[in-house]
Nanobody
């Protein structure tokens, strides 16, 4: 059974940094697309960053240059380094996974497995 467990959320002031992690288990981690999503109160969930099995990354325009997604296959762990945080980054952050044959399929696709989420709150 696939399990994703996020950690690392918290409260930080504007301009600060946080590092989220997502521990994955129950599947062949390296063959899956991994992604971070977020949902702010009253808003739809949005994709933040994607990384494919080859390490290629894609970011939402709103976080490009500030966030970095990475994965450690040896530890089966996904990360999201978030710098220069603003109050607009506040929300529940979720990691997600889906198996795809090709890296280009990791973007604009439905994800099958989700973590429980970790809260990020940025104050001004």
């Amino acid at each position: 059974q696939v399990q994703l467990v996020e950690a690392g959320g918290g409260s930080v002031q504007s301009g600060g940094s946080l590092r989220l992690s997502c521990a994955a288990s129950g599947y062949t981690y390296s063959s899956y697309c991994m992604a971070w999503f977020r949902q702010a109160p009253g808003k739809q969930r949005e994709g933040v960053a994607v990384i494919d099995s080859e390490g290629r990354t894609t970011y939402a325009r709103s976080v490009t240059g500030r966030f970095t997604i990475s994965r450690d296959s040896a530890k089966n762990t996904l990360y999201l380094q978030m710098d220069s945080l603003t109050p607009e980054d506040t929300g529940m952050y979720y990691c997600a996974a889906v198996h795809k044959a090709y890296g280009w399929q990791c973007v604009n696709t439905a994800y099958d497995y989700w973590g429980q989420g970790t809260q990020v709150t940025v104050s001004s």
